[in-house]
């Protein structure tokens, strides 16, 4: 682990380019460093360890050092460093590097904005994915057998091809029977041959693609359920965008990897060994030049093959960035009317499309000229292969059809070796790809939804007490938030929370929640410690959580409502609709109950949104019932209809309030006010106003407020 900080004038750019000042001076640490990338987000820097050979790293590091320094020195030193590679250049570009990282410190001084701890890349675990292959393993080994079984019969076309050129042209020589007598036999053989591979084909290619598909369901399935097991802090640390992120691009990447490694993989090694058995049969001289020829070339191939990659993969990420801004343009497309931005947004949009289309232009006329020389060195090879095994055929030390053989058998070791290449950097994206899915598959949340697993047998008074609870988030562990905090919540009572803003209220219903547990103290139900029971019951039967902007699923209101309870009959549904005022609002609706509300509940108003989210806490007739700020959002009549409901709601009930207008928690039994992570005020509005302590200073300020 280790330390970075990101400068603000780094923050605009992509991720190698960033200068991080690495807090450590070790090469050995600049060394991993550069494999992390930096991308800023909106709430912070992300991070993400990227797939990248040790050439690519090298050549990132030197980049960024020679550029830095370039653009101290308004000079371009060490520009022929950049072409060469090796263990010496890694130090020197380290060194480099961290020594104008030092120097980029001392300029952004007072710019340093962030600091960030990275953890360490996740790594592929290979019981893991064997845990997921074991059901499918018969399919798995018959993909295997039928891809090994076509390499092979591949491996034995270029030598029949080889024996029908030989048949012509002993035909032509000697002329002995008809033509097609003499052709039909090493024909009818070839044809066999080719449709015996067509079958293999088709039959591993059906296997693999079953199996590969029945893996990456099995995996998003787990993993969606890893997900959702993983306890509020959890998504607290993690972005949302990047754990779907994990469900499907890297999922689907690791699929692709799989398969392709798999049935390419296999095969490519296969041919490229039966074919250079082959060609040494054939010809050991001719094999002779193509051993020295042909590697070359492959390589040269793969490394600007790995060059376009890169281009595609960084073209793809600006397509994406593109998507990006058009994304949070739809989805926040009332903020961006309201405040006239969309001239804005459709330059950023167009700025980051005209870049990716450039980024493309610049791919495609280097796919364009990768592709002319490829065809000019494949055909070069055809040639001097012809010209070479010609030679050898004069001087009767190789026939036509083993010339023909020699021609088709190194164009499939050529084939294959330039597939090996393309797959090792597949295989490298792919166990990345899966080390991070499995990275979250095996994580184990600290808060288990089967907790103690207990159910009380008596029936609940509802009685909570919070005793000596200190808290700090797991996000922020220096920043305590509740100090030796005491309350009792006592049966069918409502006890309200005030205080100043960021006091800690909605931290104490989070912890009543199970969402977090305290760092010391118990919060007790019944006198039961609520990390002893059984998590699922407790947040599903026992507390009623109803906060200020209530989320809506895009299904119908019935649904929505009945999400509280599942097995509710719609004459409960209603019922609960009755009790939250919501029935009259519900039933004026053309569809009724049948009323989609949109995405996140965006076709209802604030109000009526409230109202279902009462009815849906009210369904399963909860003990306990907490209102964050319940009707804080609303306007005054939505408030009083609304007020209405939750009077209704609390009766028999014990009820945790936490609000900010003190004017709605008047009637509630029991006021506590909050300060520094502690209740330092307690009693009935009558007897804190009496007081004139910090609930009076509340009640002043707030009043104060209301009439300016
Ligand atoms: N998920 C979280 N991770 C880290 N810190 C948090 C988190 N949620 C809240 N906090 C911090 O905890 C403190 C208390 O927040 P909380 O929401 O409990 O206050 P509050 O009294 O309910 O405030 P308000 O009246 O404004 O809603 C704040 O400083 C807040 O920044």
Not at 200 to 222: C, F, N, P
Not at 339 to 348: D, I
Not at 563 to 572: Q, S, V, Y
Request: aromatic content about 8%.
């Amino acid at each position: 682990m280790f330390q970075i900080i990101c400068s603000k004038a780094s923050i605009a750019a992509p991720v190698r380019s960033l200068s991080l000042y690495p807090r450590c001076s070790k090469t050995a640490d600049i060394w991993k460093l550069s494999r992390w990338y930096v991308s800023p987000g909106s709430t912070g820097y992300s991070f993400s360890r990227q797939p990248g050979n040790a050439v690519s790293r090298i050549w990132g590091l030197t980049q960024i050092a020679v550029r830095q320094s370039a653009s101290r020195t308004s000079k371009q030193p060490g520009v022929a460093l950049k072409f060469i590679l090796g263990p010496a250049v890694l130090t020197v570009s380290a060194r480099l590097f961290c020594h104008v990282a030092h120097c980029e410190e001392d300029v952004n001084n007072n710019n340093l904005v962030d600091v960030v701890s990275t953890k360490p890349a996740p790594e592929f675990k290979w019981h893991i994915l064997w845990e997921f292959v074991k059901p499918h393993l018969f399919a798995l080994i018959g993909a295997v057998v039928l891809a090994f079984g076509a390499a092979i019969l591949n491996i034995q076309i270029p030598l029949m091809l080889g024996d029908l050129v030989n048949v012509v042209a002993r035909y032509l020589r000697e002329h002995t029977g008809t033509f097609v007598h003499e052709i039909q036999g090493p024909a009818l053989k070839l044809l066999a041959l080719y449709g015996a591979q067509g079958l293999l084909t088709t039959g591993y290619i059906i296997l693999l693609s079953q199996v590969g598909e029945r893996v990456a369901a099995d995996m998003r399935k787990t993993l969606f359920a890893s997900l959702l097991r993983q306890d509020v802090a959890f998504f607290d640390a993690n972005k949302t965008g990047q754990l779907v992120n994990r469900l499907t691009a890297d999922i689907q990447e690791f699929k692709s990897s799989f398969k392709l490694v798999i049935s390419q993989g296999l095969r490519s090694v296969t041919q490229t060994v039966g074919c250079f058995v082959s060609l040494y049969v054939l010809s050991p001289k001719l094999t002779g030049l193509t051993v020295i020829v042909l590697p070359c070339l492959v390589g040269a191939g793969a490394l600007i093959g790995s060059f376009l990659r890169k281009l595609s993969r960084l073209a793809q990420e600006q397509v994406a960035k593109a998507t990006g801004v058009a994304d949070e343009a739809l989805g926040n497309v009332r903020t961006v009317k309201a405040f006239a931005m969309e001239e804005r947004e459709l330059r950023s949009f167009a700025y980051e499309v005209d870049k990716s289309s450039e980024m493309n232009e610049n791919l495609g006329t280097g796919i364009a000229v990768f592709q002319g020389l490829s065809n000019i060195a494949l055909n070069c090879i055809v040639l001097g292969t012809i010209f070479a095994g010609g030679s050898l055929i004069s001087q009767n030390e190789m026939s036509p059809g083993d010339l023909m053989s020699f021609l088709v058998a190194s164009q499939t070791v050529q084939r294959s070796m330039a597939s090996i290449s393309i797959l090792f950097g597949q295989m490298v994206r792919g166990t990345s790809a899966g080390a991070r899915v499995f990275e979250y598959l095996v994580l184990k949340p600290t808060i288990t939804l089967a907790g103690g697993g207990r159910i009380p047998y008596h029936s609940l008074t509802g009685r909570v007490d919070f005793m000596d609870i200190s808290f700090s988030y797991p996000t922020r562990p220096g920043h305590q938030i509740l100090n030796k905090f005491n309350l009792t919540l006592p049966p069918c009572k409502t006890v309200a929370i005030v205080g100043e803003s960021g006091g800690g209220k909605s931290t104490v219903a989070s912890l009543l929640e199970r969402f977090y547990d305290p760092t010391s103290g118990v919060v007790m139900l019944d006198g039961l410690d609520i990390r002893t029971l059984d998590l699922t019951w407790l947040r599903g039967q026992v507390i009623g959580f109803i906060n200020q902007e209530p989320v809506l699923f895009g299904s119908s209101i019935m649904e929505n409502i009945r999400f509280g309870k599942p097995e509710a009959t719609d004459a409960e549904v209603i019922n609960a609709a009755k009790q939250a005022n919501a029935h009259r609002f519900i039933t004026s609706f053309p569809d009724g109950y049948n009323t989609v509300v949109g995405e996140r509940g965006v076709t209802l108003s604030g109000g009526q949104k409230q109202r279902v989210a009462i009815a849906r806490a009210l369904i399963k007739n909860p003990s306990i019932l907490v209102l964050d700020e319940a009707t804080s959002a609303l306007d005054a009549e939505s408030e009083r209809v609304v007020q209405e409901a939750l009077d209704k709601a609390t009766r028999g009930r014990t009820v945790l309030i936490i609000a900010h207008r003190l004017s709605t928690i008047q009637g509630a039994d029991l006021i506590c006010v909050m300060s520094n992570g502690r209740i330092v005020e307690a009693g009935t509005h009558l007897e804190l106003l009496s007081k004139g302590g910090l609930y009076s200073d509340l009640i002043r300020r707030q009043r104060a407020e209301g009439q300016k």
